[in-house]
């Protein structure tokens, strides 16, 4: 498989590998060669990959998305690092899970003010 990991302003990845396993909504799963075609969300946590030399790798990533189409594997995300030692790329983590509920918390405070100022224009149309 070939695996290709996207984060804004530039490609962390692109190489071939042997095995993908990292985490969904729905739990965790692991992408082999000749897997049936997969999309998924990803939610923030570790992805591992195998590289071709057989080493093992880590990554901490933020929400994102993984496709998995015949041997390309297109993982995007807002953010990723790659460590080495699985304790530090856990806090990585958390401090990815906290950035994303801030975000989150936002954006719904944003569409919130959004719809209170539609319905107040469609009751002001309405006088």
Not at 84 to 94: K, T
Request: charged share 25%; hydrophobic share 45%.
């Amino acid at each position: 498989m070939h695996m290709k990991l996207l984060v804004p302003r530039q490609t962390l990845i692109d190489e071939p590998v042997r095995k993908i396993s990292a985490e969904a909504e729905n739990g965790s799963f692991t992408l082999l060669p000749r897997h049936v075609d997969f999309v998924t969300a990803l939610v923030p946590g570790i992805l591992s990959f195998v590289d071709e030399s057989g080493t093992e790798r880590l990554l901490a990533v933020a929400k994102g998305i993984l496709v998995k189409q015949a041997d390309s594997v297109l993982v995007s995300t807002a953010n990723a690092f790659e460590g080495r030692e699985l304790g530090s790329l856990n806090d990585i983590v958390a401090g990815l899970s906290d950035v994303s509920e801030e975000h989150d918390r936002i954006a719904r405070g944003a569409l919130a003010r959004l719809e209170a100022n539609i319905v107040r224009r469609f009751i002001e149309l309405g006088k």
